[in-house]
């Protein structure tokens, strides 16, 4: 990483520094909240967490080699410490200050409803085959993640591409502050965590929040499909399937299990692209990362190549063969935007019968049931053959699916014990839930 040193760091989080004088100006080599990520030289910030408090492994940080620490307490150690009131404050407030040492770099910021470590992924696959590139690992996109991920962004990064996730309204603004996008990019405006955000319009109010720490002339990438991101002024480029975008996939053809292939459309030209993934909508993200691609003026080859190096992360359309069935293991997260287009690409695979396992989804608000049954009625128009559903709020999916062979559960456990009985050899088989249930 970039020198920051004890006294930058105690200066940035407004902390008190507490320790030996003379190690003000000591570099640290990383700064991590996992004491089992400590190595020589880490800064250890020590957070109070539902489970654990970090706290309580301080002494545990040195003895691996950290060279201070972050606190909220006063302790009795040898080694220096950065007392301070809040120590998520701190690591917010220390990574934007180490975000502001990069004068020169782009820095993608992602949001959305649905998509957002996908359309990460890809456009990272993109940007790298012409910059060194510092991402998101995993979904690290909330506000401990983000910071994390900004203070560990090499000194030689180009290009960062951060994944910024929200559940109400304030925490975009605060992700942003950190941030300070040079490049804004937003996949959609879903129906999801309207227990806090009311309505879909809420949470375009909520995700476009980004705008308020954008760099001044920030670009600004947006889905054109959808209705709410169409409404957003002063957009660079629009992107995604519908023909009305700048750029516009086109003869998008399932492969089977392995890709996904299509044209993409910008500027007259025409890329045909191989996207090694499941789902049509991947399109849409290749479309995107297409855009972000050329507005860095990256050559039309290395888009190309960039898109077909790209790879799955997690449990995100992840397509497991067995010797007796096929699972698409989909099951990170949900809401009826993400499940819908899981439900399409499980229809969309040949072979054996379709069967979907879906189970409640999560923080939808006043509207809950319904949005449960308009999943329901989708899965049957898609053609699902057999539908699973388990928990509560899923009995609302099997109650308006028009689907001859449907089975429901209560607890995940019941769904364990029965399911082998149901699912038959070659079923290609969907897996889909909120966190909540992921124990499927």
Do not use: W
């Not at 001044?216 to 399937?241: H, M, Q, S, W």
């Not at 519908?242 to 459309?265: D, F, H, P, R």
């Not at 388990?390 to 999916?397: Q, R, T």
Request: with cysteine; hydrophobic share 40%.
């Amino acid at each position: 990483m970039k020198q920051l040193t004890l006294g930058d760091i105690a200066e940035a989080c407004g902390g008190q520094y507490i320790g030996d004088k003379s190690k003000l100006t000591v570099a640290v080599s990383d700064v991590v909240i996992d004491s089992r990520l400590v190595k020589d030289g880490s800064l250890f910030v020590a957070i109070k967490g539902e489970r654990t408090d970090g706290h309580l492994y301080v002494e545990k940080a040195y003895k691996s080699g950290a060279v201070c620490a972050v606190s909220e307490q006063v302790m009795s150690v040898d080694n220096p410490y950065i007392l301070v009131r809040s120590s998520e404050q701190a690591i917010k407030d220390i990574a934007e200050y180490y975000r502001s040492l990069f004068c020169n770099i782009e820095v993608v910021g992602i949001t959305g409803s649905v998509g957002k470590t996908s359309t990460k992924e890809m456009i990272a696959a993109v940007l790298s085959q012409e910059f060194t590139v510092h991402k998101t690992q995993g979904n690290f996109n909330n506000e401990l993640g983000v910071p994390l991920t900004l203070l560990s962004m090499p000194e030689d990064t180009e290009v960062a591409v951060v994944e910024m996730g929200i559940s109400d309204f304030g925490e975009m603004t605060r992700l942003s502050k950190m941030v300070r996008p040079t490049v804004c990019v937003l996949t959609n405006i879903g129906c999801c965590h309207l227990e806090n955000l009311k309505d879909r319009d809420g949470v375009l109010k909520a995700k476009t929040e980004m705008f308020n720490y954008k760099e001044e002339d920030a670009l600004i990438f947006v889905n054109g499909d959808d209705d709410k991101l169409a409404t957003v002024e002063n957009v660079t480029a629009t992107y995604g399937l519908g023909t009305q975008n700048n750029y516009y996939a086109e003869n998008i053809k399932n492969n089977g299990e392995n890709s996904v292939s299509c044209t993409l459309c910008f500027d007259g030209k025409k890329l045909d692209v191989t996207i090694p993934a499941l789902g049509n909508y991947m399109a849409a993200n290749a479309a995107g990362a297409a855009a972000v691609g050329k507005a860095l003026n990256m050559s039309d080859e290395n888009i190309v190549k960039g898109i077909a190096s790209y790879t799955t992360v997690g449990s995100r359309a992840n397509l497991i063969s067995t010797d007796v069935i096929k699972i698409i293991d989909d099951c990170y997260n949900a809401n009826p935007t993400s499940v819908k287009a899981a439900v399409e690409t499980l229809c969309n695979i040949k072979g054996g019968r379709k069967v979907a396992v879906l189970g409640d989804m999560k923080e939808l608000g006043e509207n809950e049931i319904s949005l449960h049954k308009e999943v329901g009625e989708y899965a049957a128009e898609c053609g699902v053959d057999v539908l699973i559903t388990v928990g509560e709020l899923a009995k609302s999916i099997s109650d308006n699916a028009d689907i001859a062979e449907t089975y429901h559960f209560d607890t995940v456990d019941n769904a364990i014990e029965e399911i082998d009985t149901v699912l038959h050899k070659d079923d290609i088989v969907l897996v889909k839930a909120s966190l909540a249930f992921n124990a499927l």
